[in-house]
């Protein structure tokens, strides 16, 4: 068994990983629900298994993740499950200080902040500043996110600097426009991991995935193991890339 697990990662080419990888955590509520659970112990295990892998991908040498944690439609959840997710989300960032930032990783908030309780938001910064100059993997948690409220939100910054003359509409290209984003100065998404059978993007970093190579397994999230991650690694690189070219 453990020859096998072994197998797997010496497999990996480490001159060719992916920079950033993307991480749809679905299919808690499945989780719990096979088992008798409240959605909420579905969560929680969710939780649970995201800071394993992390603490893999960081490992591995993957320098940036990005992990849906809670989208701008989210909201629409029953209140309970709603509350339970941000108490959950808060924990996560407390505790983060002596789990996560001790692994050496950063860690980041992206999403429209000004619906967060103020207490959340002042967690975010607190925990953003103790994590900010670890030199691991920059794990970004999407909270309050979606694809296109980012662009938007672009959109209209970009809009405010032409106005203002400190851009010129003419300059406005890819890289500009990326410079706008809640990943600003990150590379794109290469891995795009999605679990639970769904295959959809559902609103996730909408202009970053534009390239990625997506991987989707029926595993639910809370069953997700390193050796998933190693899997879908090895699958990403044994698919040509082209980015348009042939
Ligand atoms: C999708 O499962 C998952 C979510 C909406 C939230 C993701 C949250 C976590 C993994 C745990 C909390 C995260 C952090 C950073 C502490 P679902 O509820 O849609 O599952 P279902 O499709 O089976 O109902």
């Given at each position: 068994m453990?020859?096998?697990?072994?197998?797997?990662?010496?497999?990996?080419?480490?001159?060719?990983?992916?920079r950033?990888?993307?991480?749809?955590?679905?299919g808690?509520?499945?989780?719990?629900k096979?088992?008798?659970?409240?959605?909420?112990?579905?969560?929680?295990?969710?939780?649970?298994?995201l800071?394993?892998?992390?603490?893999?991908?960081?490992?591995?040498?993957?320098?940036?993740?990005?992990?849906?944690?809670?989208?701008?439609?989210?909201w629409k959840?029953?209140?309970?499950?709603v509350?339970?997710?941000?108490?959950?989300?808060?924990?996560?960032?407390?505790?983060?200080?002596?789990?996560?930032?001790?692994?050496?990783?950063?860690?980041?908030?992206?999403?429209?902040r000004?619906?967060l309780?103020?207490?959340?938001?002042?967690?975010?910064?607190?925990?953003?500043?103790?994590?900010?100059?670890?030199?691991?993997?920059?794990?970004?948690?999407?909270?309050?996110?979606?694809?296109?409220?980012?662009?938007?939100?672009?959109?209209?910054?970009?809009?405010?600097?032409?106005?203002?003359?400190?851009?010129?509409?003419?300059?406005?290209?890819?890289?500009?426009?990326?410079?706008y984003?809640?990943?600003?100065s990150?590379?794109?998404v290469?891995?795009?991991?999605?679990?639970?059978?769904?295959?959809?993007?559902?609103?996730?970093?909408?202009?970053?995935?534009?390239?990625?190579?997506?991987?989707?397994?029926?595993?639910l999230?809370?069953?997700?193991?390193?050796?998933?991650l190693?899997?879908?690694?090895?699958?990403?690189?044994?698919?040509?890339?082209?980015?348009?070219g042939?």
């Amino acid at each position: 068994m453990l020859f096998r697990k072994n197998t797997l990662l010496q497999e990996i080419d480490y001159n060719n990983l992916p920079r950033h990888i993307g991480i749809i955590m679905d299919g808690n509520g499945r989780w719990a629900k096979k088992r008798g659970l409240p959605r909420s112990a579905g969560h929680k295990a969710g939780a649970e298994s995201l800071k394993k892998i992390i603490t893999e991908a960081n490992k591995m040498g993957i320098k940036y993740a990005t992990v849906y944690a809670f989208s701008t439609e989210n909201w629409k959840r029953p209140k309970q499950e709603v509350d339970y997710l941000m108490d959950l989300l808060m924990d996560y960032l407390v505790n983060a200080e002596k789990t996560l930032a001790g692994e050496n990783v950063v860690i980041r908030a992206i999403g429209s902040r000004a619906e967060l309780s103020e207490e959340m938001q002042r967690q975010i910064i607190k925990t953003e500043n103790f994590t900010k100059d670890n030199t691991g993997i920059v794990m970004n948690i999407a909270l309050n996110y979606g694809g296109r409220d980012e662009i938007l939100n672009a959109v209209r910054n970009i809009s405010k600097d032409a106005a203002s003359g400190s851009i010129k509409t003419e300059d406005i290209d890819q890289e500009l426009f990326d410079r706008y984003l809640y990943t600003a100065s990150q590379p794109d998404v290469d891995l795009l991991i999605r679990t639970s059978g769904e295959q959809r993007l559902s609103n996730f970093m909408l202009w970053q995935v534009s390239y990625a190579e997506l991987w989707f397994t029926p595993k639910l999230w809370p069953d997700f193991k390193p050796k998933d991650l190693h899997k879908a690694v090895l699958d990403y690189q044994n698919r040509g890339r082209r980015f348009g070219g042939v």
